[in-house]
């Protein structure tokens, strides 16, 4: 009797794998958001994250931390007490994400890398956006390659790295595209260097758009320089919210003696002696004043600012945030 042949099962791609595991991330990270923040999201419909909405409404006397933007001054000169009008969320809000994933992200030494906290915080604001027919899009940044130093004889300007790789998504309504829109997110793969955080900041300022709100989410390492003017420009029309992810150590290092270090973007090796206090030292003062210099720069163009980092609960913080700006609103503050 002849025996049966035996049935091979078809081997899996490694891109197979890939897609099942970020479904399957996506859809932790969906049930998360929702456990979490829907019971934010209850009771009268209000804007996004960092603003009070864009349609106008009735009119109230000022208070400190009110934005002047929104003197209402002809019930001043009737009243002559300095007025505010308040304002409501339009029905369908239009939010756009810009994403930055350069190599510097592909880092982390808390529980997550923070390119995982990178896509969580996508997630979550695509969450809280498309509800009642809101339309989100993304810009996402991934790598430039990085520029090798001029030679000891190289004569004229040294070459400059390009803006990277920088793709927009476009926004769209419903459950169905917003999922879309998050699997493309998370599928982007991380190329070496680093994309210029500036350009894509800019490309939410083109071509204009209706007043909407605006995410910018990155560990704003580029130089200050590059992306705060376009972020004071995307300011004027829109609500900012700059989200900065930050790792532990990128804040201190710990004593653990020679410590090699790569850096992501160039892939030069460095060993560094953290045994010596005085480097730890200076190392974290030089730190705190990076990102206080960003802190100071956020604050400058008026964005509201959330840190997120890969060593704590970053859903607790965000919801957090979400309660808090959701307070400053109910005193009549915008931040």
Known sequence: MARAAAVTPPTRRPADVSHDRTEAVLSRLQLLVTRKLDGLLQGDYAGLLPGPGSEAGESR????????????????????????????ADRELETWLAVDLSASLDFGTG??????????????????????????????GSGAEPVAPAGRWRRGPAPVAGPGVLTRLPARAGRKEAH????????????????????????????????????????????VPQWARPLRKLRVRHDVLAIEVVDPRELDLPDVGVLPVVD???????EVQTADPRLRQRYAEAAAAQRAEISAALRGAGAAHLRLRTDRDWLLDMVRFVAAQRHARTRGTTR
Do not use: C
């Not at 991380?190 to 350009?199: F, Y």
């Not at 992501?264 to 460095?270: A, F, S």
């Open 61 to 88: 006397e000022y208070r400190p931390g009110d934005d002047v933007r929104r003197m209402d001054w002809p019930v001043t000169a009737r009243t002559t007490m300095p007025h505010v009008r308040r304002t409501v």
């Open 111 to 140: 529980q997550w890398l923070k390119r995982d906290v990178v896509v969580a915080a996508a997630a979550a604001l695509t969450h809280l956006t498309v509800r009642g027919g809101n339309r989100i899009g993304a810009v996402v």
């Open 180 to 223: 879309g829109l998050m699997r493309a997110i998370a599928g982007t793969e991380i190329r070496p260097g680093r994309s210029d955080l500036g350009a894509l900041v800019d490309m939410l300022n083109r071509p204009p758009r209706r007043r909407g709100v605006a995410v910018v989410i990155s560990d704003f390492l580029a130089p």
């Open 264 to 270: 992501p973007e160039t892939g030069e090796l460095h």
